[in-house]
């Protein structure tokens, strides 16, 4: 992990501390730095191990790379979920009144007569 930190980035730190701390109180500084480092990796090794005597030998079977929530992209997820949903089923149309008089008509060849009606 870099943190987006370049040499350069580093070297600018470096002389602000120099010029903020001073040259007696940076080599202090300095080994506590180094400590908090060396101790937060300690806590880092001492969880993958207690995952490791936890989970048993599936723990080096999981790629951790897929688990990485930096390569989601919400756009492709979204493109492969609407791609994978089948396409809704179309229902045949029904036909309307309209639709099935005219059909009656023309395979009678006359209007309809309703003799009780006015």
Do not use: C, H, N
């Amino acid at each position: 992990m870099s943190f987006g930190l370049t040499f350069e980035k580093l070297f600018l730190i470096a002389i602000i501390a120099v010029i903020l701390l001073g040259p007696d109180r940076l080599p202090y500084y300095a080994s506590q730095l180094a400590r908090l480092v060396r101790s937060l990796r300690d806590m880092a090794t001492g969880a993958r191990e207690r995952m490791r005597e936890e989970m048993g030998p599936e723990f080096d079977e999981i790629d951790w790379k897929k688990l990485d929530p930096r390569q989601y992209d919400p756009r492709r997820i979204i493109r492969e979920a609407l791609i994978e949903d089948e396409a809704p089923k179309v229902r045949a149309p029904t036909q309307s009144a309209y639709a099935k008089r005219k059909a009656r008509l023309a395979a009678d060849g006359k209007a309809p007569f309703d003799a009780e009606a006015t």
